[in-house]
């Protein structure tokens, strides 16, 4: 008896979860959207998919071509701005423009995209350069760009998206990328308390692995090769040319394994932006599922072992 009623219970549960996350907001076509990172992935993506649902998309690309491509792909409603998220200057006179745009409307949603992805080695191998390359894009421009729409996006009681990652829950891997999608948590997370009182909600979304420009083998392989060519002498020593050729050989696997179906973020993105309940952290990707945030709950012991399992031994390292 106990047994039936618990999966009654359970069922009954799922339903109205279901239910909940089913509704859509109305009049969609009347709501702004401004998306950074559009010239490709998963920017590019969101901005084809929500201007196909009638909404009125502001993507901000970084090249003039990236631009360009896009607005032969969408509809005459799209428009399209020339954005570097690491420029001050330019990340204000966007914000100017945008205001100009949607005017007493505000501005419904912002998507901070924007990423950059250099050097997956270790910590020592790299320089304070490399950490600022990714640190500048993926959390200061991100910052940035936040704040300079942030009335646009009260005036509207809007929702802010942004885009953090898998490995913004569990630092797997040396370098600027975990640390920039770690403050991406930490900055939507105050962000999200400090607006509660403005009706506007911030959702983060923690991808696991997919493939995407910016995590391409061919130029990762390479920035990781110019590190390591950079790297001291010595440092190479303690390393050894043996744990060098299996981090190769691990971005490889880990490009190989990386999921091609960019809309399973996109679609999170849509429902950040035009449910009426949003969630407000999205993990799209089974390696997010069943290995980033499952490893990312456990105690430090046993989540230092697993992610260590099967890392190459240094040279010189302790035995």
């Known amino acids: 008896m106990w047994l039936s009623l618990l999966v009654v219970v359970l069922v009954l549960l799922f339903l109205y979860r279901w239910y909940r ?7 969609l076509s009347d709501k702004y959207v401004f998306i950074t990172g559009c010239d490709s992935g998963f920017g590019n993506l969101l901005a084809r998919q929500l201007d196909r649902r009638g909404m009125r998309v502001l993507a901000a690309c970084l090249t003039e071509k990236g631009a360009e491509d896009l607005k032969q792909e969408t509809s005459s409603r799209l428009q399209t701005v020339i954005l570097d998220v690491t420029d001050n200057k330019n990340v204000s006179s966007v914000a ?3 205001s100009g ?4 409307a505000g501005l419904w949603g912002l998507v901070n995209n924007a990423g950059y992805l250099y050097g997956l080695t270790p ?6 350069e490399d ?3 990714i640190l500048d894009v993926n959390i200061l421009g991100l910052v940035d760009v936040t704040l300079n729409l942030l009335p646009l996006i009260r005036k509207a009681r809007g929702r802010v998206v942004n885009v953090s990652s898998s490995a913004g829950r569990l630092s797997v891997i040396g370098g600027g990328y975990c640390i920039s999608k770690f403050g991406v948590q930490a900055f939507s997370d105050s962000l999200r ?3 509660r009182d403005f009706g506007v909600q911030v959702s983060i979304i923690e991808p696991g692995a997919f493939t995407t420009n910016i995590c391409a083998f061919e130029p990762q392989m390479k920035a990781t090769k110019h590190i390591w060519e950079k790297t001291p002498a010595e440092i190479k020593e303690s390393y050894g040319e043996e744990y060098f050729q299996h981090s190769v050989k691990s971005l490889k696997k880990l490009v190989e394994l990386s999921s091609t179906k960019l809309s399973r973020v996109t679609d999170c993105m849509e429902h950040a932006l035009t449910a009426v309940y949003p969630w407000t952290r999205y993990s799209p990707g089974w390696d997010a599922k069943l290995y980033y945030l499952p490893v990312s709950y456990l105690p430090t012991v046993i989540s230092d072992y697993v992610v260590c399992y099967s890392a190459p031994k240094p040279a010189q390292g302790v035995m």
Do not use: C, D, P, Y
């Open 96 to 98: 100017k423009k945008v």
């Open 101 to 104: 745009i949607v005017g007493q």
């Open 21 to 27: 996350q089913s509704q859509i907001l109305e009049n």
């Open 123 to 128: 910590n020592e191998w790299q320089r304070k």
């Open 131 to 133: 950490f600022a390359k």
């Open 193 to 195: 308390r400090e607006m």
